[in-house]
């Protein structure tokens, strides 16, 4: 099978962010597949790609690699953004209409991902397989931060509707995504595919390995890793910082590592407040993410106190962390807090609730041996229901009797 392969926030291993796209699309190839994968410029990939007019192509570790010559970041206005998305999508079309394949599969974000689907599906090759991946339920979750332009909310809810209904199936990454799929199509066939741990990158590391600038040998470390975005709510943790500062607590440190649209903002905050128990640090690439992570104390899961997210997000920090064996602090409801109760792998607290929140971390601070033993839990919940490689399996399977049927 020839798959056509739609992620414009496409990374690998050696780069920051998230690498679901590079791993999925390794398993089709090791399974005997061919995989074309159509990519924005997101970053310096640095990838061997050649090409002219904007558009280049090579191999990237047997995956063929088309990448769009459109950079793209999360600190450009929404105008910016929208105009990339559908300059992306208009480039996969035309590249659509050229290549050869049997089934094409497009992962959101953004929602424009679907509309080379759609257009396939409508004007050219009716007879190939279209499968739709939902990573974030829209226009749901921009209506619930606030995004309050018509025009836009419309153009989101169509393209919703359009790339459900087009495509021959879909896959959610939560249990909230795919119950809102079926929500618009209810006989449509709809896989959970959820992000997974890499279990082989992310594995329990001693905590006297951390080096991160600021941090004593003595310090209690918590992690937040990945984008500083508006949906992050990483305020609260910025809160939650503040009454440990009250308390007196200075061996608790908070580091941020990434990047993203209120970094700036979170950074001049934390100065003006004197908050030098948060540390704020570049993004890294995986290989490095993963030797952080390992030496901390504490994750952090923190996300804006939004009911769409609650059972519609599955972040990929969660199970980085979880795979690093670390206990883990959650600031908000949902299928991810339930899990974490349930196999004991850390704290749930209440959503904006600096108190509750610095409680968390003092508790675990203040009992290593109980921290130990969650961190554990972590481990054995990322070994027994994520492991990535088999997730991928999970995934290959699906696009194999889509394509089958």
């Not at 226009?139 to 359009?162: C, H, S, T």
């Not at 003092?362 to 994520?386: C, V, W």
Request: with cysteine; proline share 5%.
């Amino acid at each position: 099978m020839k798959i056509l392969y739609f992620h414009q926030h496409f990374t690998t291993p050696s780069i920051g962010g998230g690498t679901r796209s590079y791993e999925f699309a390794r398993k089709l190839i090791e399974r005997g597949h061919k995989v074309t994968l159509v990519c924005g410029e997101t970053a310096k990939l640095n990838l061997p790609l050649t090409g002219v007019k904007g558009i280049y192509r090579g191999d990237v570790d047997g995956i063929d690699v088309i990448q769009i010559n459109l950079p793209y970041s999360n600190s450009d206005g929404i105008a910016k953004r929208a105009l990339i998305f559908v300059k992306f999508a208009w480039k996969g079309i035309q590249i659509a209409m050229k290549e050869e394949y049997d089934l094409l599969f497009a992962t959101s974000t953004p929602l424009t991902a679907g509309l080379p689907g759609i257009w396939m599906k409508w004007f050219a090759r009716k007879k190939k397989k279209f499968v739709f991946e939902v990573r974030d339920l829209w226009p749901e979750l921009p209506k619930a931060l606030g995004m309050k332009n018509p025009f836009l909310l419309w153009g989101m809810g169509v393209l919703e509707k359009l790339s459900y209904k087009k495509a021959d199936a879909c896959i959610g990454l939560s249990p909230g995504i795919c119950e809102g799929i079926q929500k618009i199509v209810p006989d449509k066939k709809v896989e959970l595919v959820p992000n997974g741990c890499d279990l082989e990158i992310f594995r329990p590391g001693k905590r006297e390995d951390l080096q991160l600038e600021g941090v004593l040998p003595t310090d209690t470390v918590a992690v937040f890793t990945g984008a500083h975005g508006i949906a992050n709510g990483l305020e609260s943790v910025l809160d939650m910082a503040l009454e440990l500062k009250q308390r007196g607590r200075n061996d608790i440190k908070i580091a941020f590592i990434g990047n993203g649209r209120v970094k700036p903002d979170l950074v001049k905050r934390a100065d003006k407040d004197g908050l030098d128990n948060c540390l704020f640090f570049d993004p890294v690439p995986k290989t490095v993410l993963n030797k952080i992570v390992s030496s901390a104390d504490i994750g952090l899961m923190v996300l804006k106190n939004v009911p769409a997210f609650y059972y519609g997000t599955s972040p990929n920090k969660f199970f980085d962390y979880i795979a690093s064996g670390l206990s883990v602090v959650n600031n908000y409801p949902g299928w991810l807090s339930d899990m974490i109760t349930d196999n004991e792998c850390g704290v749930v607290v209440p959503p904006d609730n600096a108190t509750a929140f610095a409680d968390a971390l003092i508790y675990l601070a203040d009992h290593p041996e109980e921290r130990y033993t969650m961190g554990a839990n972590s481990r054995i919940l990322a070994e027994k229901q994520f492991s990535r490689d088999e997730l991928a399996d999970k995934f290959v399977e699906f696009l194999e009797r889509v394509y089958n049927e």
